[in-house]
Structure formats: C-alpha cells, structure tokens
T-cell receptor, first 113, second 112 residues
C-alpha cells in the first residue's frame, strides 16, 4: 500500500527566501508524481507533473525533482513571495490497473512580508 | 470555461437527510473521481469511473452511491447523512493518467 509523507508539516519563511518542500513515498513503482497547491477554502491547483521516467520539471520559480529509486521528491520555490502562502500537496499515482492519486498531508507554507 | 465544475459549493443539511453533489468536466477526459478531504485536510480517494464504469470503490459506506450518466458527469448521492460525513468533497478527472489530474473547486458539506 502506497503511503506518502510530507515534511515539514508547516514552514514559515521571510519573503525572498528560497525553500524546499519534501515528499517521500513508500512504493517506488510509481507512474507519476504531481504537486498541487491549495489555498484556504479553495480547490487544488496543479503545479507540476513529473512522469516516472523524468528527473525534474520546472515552471517559473518552481522546480520539482523526482528520485524514484529512493522514493523522494522535492519542490523548490525560488525567491518566495507572500502570494506563495498556501498548502502544498504531493500526490503519487501508482498506476497499474486502477489509476488513482495517493496524497501526502501537505506542507502549510507561510511567506511573511 | 471551467474544466471541472461541482455544485453546490456549500451544502448544510441535517442528519438523516439525503443529498447529492454534481460534477461535470468539459475536458473530454475518460476517467472521473471523487475524493474526500477530512477535517485534518487529508485527501483520500472514494470512487473512480472510467467511461461510466465503476473502477475504484475504496471501502466507502454504501450510503454513498456514485452515478455516471455519461463520461462527462459523475454525481455523488449520499443517503442518511451522518455528522462524520462533514468534509470537503472534490471531483477530479484525468485522461490517461500520464497527463495528470484536474480537480474541481470542492463542495463543503456540513451535517448538523
């Protein structure tokens, strides 16, 4: 059974700082991994999708890496801004006959002006 | 031009009532899902449908009954609502998971 863990559970940083959010998963036989952002009371916004054959994906100030063999992914946010404050969720699709996402519990990020 | 839309956004109801949540996607995806986000914000899959066929049913009480009239719609009907059903329910869709998943904005269900 796939389990996804995100560390830290909460993170508070000053504006402008570079930061890393961590995600680990127990079963390395994944199909892909997706990072989402959730603002309070809102839905999920997809940030980056990494296929199992890829090592990283980049979008603007965001960079996500994947090390499937060690069961780890990181989300790097450069030059953080107050607007980046949200909960960041890591989700793994283990593929197989029944595609579905297994989520971590998220990292609550607060960027202080 | 919303990709995955859910209605209603908020739902407050009394214990014992029956309620439905509707979901529609205009992305042409074959697979749709219902996820539940509990009070601790943990997201967990409930059901998935592929081309109107039930694929995943994750040990959800049979008071919950999904219905897919066509591949663009997946509705969730809940009978005899209980306090513990209070949560945010998210609909999602995908087209060959290689392209990832798209989520709706959620329905906050409060049972009083």
């Amino acid at each position: 059974k796939q389990e996804v863990t995100q560390i830290p559970a909460a993170l508070s940083v000053p504006e402008g700082e570079n930061l890393v959010l961590n995600c680990s998963f127990t079963d390395s036989a994944i199909y892909n991994l997706q990072w989402f952002r959730q603002d309070p009371g809102k839905g999920l916004t997809s940030l980056l999708l990494i296929q199992s054959s890829q090592r990283e994906q980049t979008s603007g100030r965001l960079n996500a890496s994947l090390d499937k063999s060690s069961g780890r992914s990181t989300l790097y946010i450069a030059a953080s801004q107050p607007g980046d404050s949200a909960t960041y969720l890591c989700a793994v699709d283990s593929g197989g006959s029944n595609y579905k996402l297994t989520f971590g519990k998220g990292t609550l990020l607060t960027v202080n002006p | 031009d919303t990709a995955v839309s859910q209605t209603p956004k908020y739902l407050v109801t009394q214990m014992g009532n029956d309620k439905s949540i509707k979901c529609e996607q205009n992305l042409g995806h074959d697979t749709m899902y219902w996820y539940k986000q509990d009070s601790k914000k943990f997201l967990k899959i409930m059901f998935s449908y592929n081309n109107k066929e039930l694929i995943i049913n994750e040990t959800v009480p049979n008071r919950f009954s999904p219905k897919s009239p066509d591949k663009a719609h997946l509705n969730l009907h809940i009978n005899s609502l209980e306090l513990g059903d209070s949560a945010v329910y998210f609909c999602a869709s995908s087209q060959a998971a290689i392209y990832g998943y798209t989520f709706g904005s959620g329905t906050r269900l409060t049972v009083v």
